[in-house]
């Protein structure tokens, strides 16, 4: 008995199937790491080689720029110190206590303005000049209202971060598609139930690129404001920078500045590994090749 098309066809589909499987279970746990590493050392490589050009070329002294080498040995040894560990503690108790509180004000802004239409046309614009303006330019004002303290650092992060943060809120609503809201209303969602399980989670990647957008925001701005605001028996990533300077230490300075890199490189593998999670969720993350 003749196999028709629609029949060969599907076997086809079917053997490519099982053999993409394959693939991907020879692909092991190891090979997928290395996959991701690679790269990234090549690039800290490429980064090192260009440093180091730069200190041969004798532009500066090394007291003023020191070499990749005597950088990661002063590096190596404030890791051995407990004062080292308290700064990289303190600064981020800082920058996670102020990003939370700015995904809380911003999540409330971006609601509010994405369904009120009074709202929006009042201050859509203003959240987006919010936005782009300085983070600096904020410090004068939180260090009048709250002297020198951590509420004026947390205050400053936490209107560095919130614009964006409501801005990824408000382009998800936006882009809702209006037949999951019929279908919602169908289903007797209203205000916070429609918010709660349909209109979040169809907001999600952008809210999430948001969130990323928001977070960058928030460290820019905390180092700014540690470097600004020095608290006595606080010792901080930003106080490292400022004695380093003060002290013409660039080893120290350098030192810190990879520490600060580091950090800013691992939270973005942190959302990267949760934008691959929910595309995999939504069925989105199907790569050619």
Do not use: C
């Not at 590096?75 to 206590?97: K, N, P």
């Not at 509420?151 to 882009?175: C, H, K, Q, R």
């Not at 080893?251 to 939270?267: C, K, S």
Request: glycine share 10%; no cysteine.
């Amino acid at each position: 008995m003749a196999v028709d098309a629609p029949d060969r066809l599907n076997e086809q589909i079917a053997g490519l199937h099982a053999l993409e499987i394959q693939v991907k279970r020879k692909r092991g746990i190891p090979a997928l790491l290395w996959g991701r590493i690679w790269p990234m050392l090549l690039a800290v490589g490429i980064v090192l080689a260009i440093w180091e050009g730069v200190v041969l070329a004798g532009f500066w002294p090394e007291y003023v720029f020191a070499g990749p080498f005597t950088a990661l040995q002063e590096l190596g040894a404030r890791l051995g110190t407990a004062e080292f560990w308290h700064a990289i503690a303190t600064t981020m108790r800082r920058g996670i206590t102020g990003f939370a509180l700015a995904i809380l004000a911003g999540v409330v802004v971006g609601a509010a303005v994405s369904r009120v239409r009074l709202l929006r046309a009042a201050f859509g614009s203003l959240i987006t000049g919010l936005q782009t303006m300085p983070s600096i330019a904020w410090f004068p004002l939180a260090i009048l209202l709250f002297g020198l303290n951590e509420s004026a650092i947390t205050f400053v992060v936490v209107l560095g971060a919130a614009p964006s943060i409501a801005n990824g809120l408000i382009t998800g609503v936006d882009y809702t598609p209006p037949i999951l809201l019929r279908a919602g209303h169908v289903l007797g969602l209203r205000r916070v139930a429609l918010y709660r399980h349909l209109i979040l989670p169809a907001s999600l990647p952008s809210f999430l690129a948001g969130l990323k957008q928001g977070w960058a925001f928030a460290w820019r701005s905390l180092m700014a404001g540690e470097i600004l605001v020095i608290i006595a028996n606080q010792p901080s990533l930003g106080e490292q920078l400022h004695y380093a300077r003060e002290l013409a230490d660039s080893a120290r300075l350098l030192a810190t500045m990879i520490v600060i890199l580091v950090i800013g490189v691992l939270v973005d593998v942190l959302f990267g590994v949760a934008d691959s999670a929910l595309r995999q969720r939504w069925g989105l993350d199907q790569r050619i090749g």
